[in-house]
């Protein structure tokens, strides 16, 4: 359970307040205009929280407790609002955009945080009547809120998991993996997902485990729940281990590299999949459009005491001095496979994205292909789970390119994942899969060699 903030103090409180907001609401506030960001104009929650006035003023417990809520309420707009809506004589009018996103958020105080009602209800009650653009629903919204605590969790629960995505993501993932696949895809993003840790070459992964109360999945990662910061983990200074979900941890894996192998790591940044690669004592070569993000690359490198050549290019013109027996290609996505971990993303990207990104992803398919020395690998992986990032780049870019053919993934390179596997050979992961272990990300990765 998160913790509110601590209850207003008895004072009289004004229908419509001028100037800045008591100090008992600053948390409650940011989550609110942030989440107008989020839902308005994609603006990713961080970025919409920090750039808030009150949030400089604010301590640890109110800033968690404001990305707690505008979290909660991300992961489950649809519920929330057909919890609210249930308990309305009538509906909302359409310009009434901030009362219905208080609503919201009060509802998910109630339903999803566990905060007390009285100190919900009379938070949100005085936020309502705090911008004249919401005051007039100030009653309402009292008398609704209270609706909520007392009845709402019903509603809230059988709500469709589908309605917490935006409509044309729930579309797609109903097309393209049927109905109840895509609702269980949407609802396995309802809930924070664990923390999942990748372990050093040389690490024992049922050491790091025992130490920090995590346990050791098939594929390797470690796996506990996420609490508390990081940074505080066992092992983190020394760098015995890199935060990395399981399903991200798989395309370095399958690429199988060796000592002294050169390799690639294409679309580098932040640096997960360059760090699996170095600690195996290859040649690794990083390269990252974004210098900035490149830079989290090197610190990532110097924390856990491994190197790789960094390069800041474009991995489409970027070329090797000589031809390489490995490349990881990561490619930018639309990273509707990550909706777990940023749930926010689904509202910054727009479905004209997944073509735009295609096509870049297949410029960077044959870049990554033409670095290849004959008898050399090229994992190339996204994390989306849209079929035109994944599955439909591998049969056009086999037809289109001489000398490359599909190295299929074998089920016992694969332990505990061999639904993974599609009859094609490559592997498409879903949120939806180890639903009782958490989950793990959407990844499609498919494996190539260069026969000639
Ligand atoms: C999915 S993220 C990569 C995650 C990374 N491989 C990891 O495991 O930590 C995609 C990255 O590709 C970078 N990128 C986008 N277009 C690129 C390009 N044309 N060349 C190189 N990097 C690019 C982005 O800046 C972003 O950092």
Redesign the pocket.
């Known amino acids: 359970m998160t913790h509110a903030p601590s209850r207003r103090p008895a004072r009289p409180v004004h229908p419509v307040r001028s100037g800045a907001l008591p100090a008992h609401l600053h948390a409650r506030a940011a989550a609110l205009a942030a989440l107008r960001g989020v839902f308005d104009a994609g603006t990713p929650l961080d970025a919409g929280l920090a750039g808030r006035p009150e949030w400089a003023a604010m301590d640890v417990r109110d800033r968690a407790f404001a990305r707690a809520l505008a979290a909660a309420v991300i992961r489950q707009p649809g519920a929330l609002d057909a919890a609210v809506g249930a308990m309305l004589d009538r509906p909302l009018p359409d310009t009434a955009l901030r009362a219905r996103l208080a609503l919201r958020c009060g509802a998910a105080e109630l339903l999803i945080l566990s905060t007390p009602p009285h100190a919900a209800v009379d938070a949100w009650v005085e936020l309502m009547g705090a911008s004249p653009e919401s005051a007039g629903f100030r009653k309402l919204s009292n008398a609704v809120l209270r609706r909520v605590a007392e009845k709402g969790a019903a509603v809230f629960n059988r709500a469709d998991p589908l309605g917490d995505l935006p409509d044309w993501l729930a579309a797609r993932w109903s097309e393209a993996w049927g109905p109840n696949a895509a609702r269980a895809m949407a609802a396995a993003r309802s809930g924070p997902p664990p923390l999942d840790l990748t372990a050093r070459h040389e690490a024992d992964p049922a050491r790091i485990a025992a130490e920090i109360g995590g346990k050791v999945l098939p594929t390797g990662t470690i796996r506990r729940e996420a609490i508390g910061l990081v940074e505080d983990i066992a092992g983190y200074p020394g760098g015995d281990w890199w935060v990395?979900d399981a399903a991200?941890a798989l395309p370095a894996r399958l690429l199988n590299v060796r000592r002294g192998e050169t390799v690639a790591?294409?679309?580098?940044?932040?640096?997960?999949?360059?760090l699996q690669l170095a600690a195996t004592g290859a040649d690794v070569t990083a390269?990252?459009?974004?210098a900035r993000?490149l830079k989290r690359?090197e610190a990532n490198l110097a924390r856990a005491r491994l190197s790789a050549r960094l390069v800041a290019?474009?991995?489409?013109d970027?070329r090797p001095d000589a031809p390489l027996d490995a490349v990881?290609l990561?490619?930018?996505?639309t990273?509707t496979g990550t909706l777990r971990r940023r749930p926010d993303a689904a509202w910054s990207k727009r479905e004209e994205d997944v073509r735009s990104l295609a096509r870049?992803q297949a410029r960077?398919l044959d870049a990554a292909f033409a670095m290849l020395k004959p008898g050399g690998r090229l994992v190339f992986c996204?994390?989306s789970l849209e079929r035109e990032e994944g599955e439909d780049h591998i049969p056009a870019f086999l037809f289109r390119t001489p000398g490359a053919a599909l190295d299929p993934v074998g089920p016992e390179e694969f332990p505990g994942l061999a639904d993974a596997i599609a009859p094609e050979g490559w592997v498409r992961t879903r949120p939806d899969m180890w639903a009782d272990a958490g989950g793990l990300d959407g990844f499609f990765i498919a494996r190539i060699v260069r026969t000639a």
Do not use: F, S
């Open positions: 990395q991200a790591d294409l679309c580098a940044a932040p640096g997960g999949k360059t390269v990252e459009l974004n993000r690359v290019a474009d991995a489409a970027w990881l990561d490619a930018p996505c990273a870049i960077l996204t994390c």
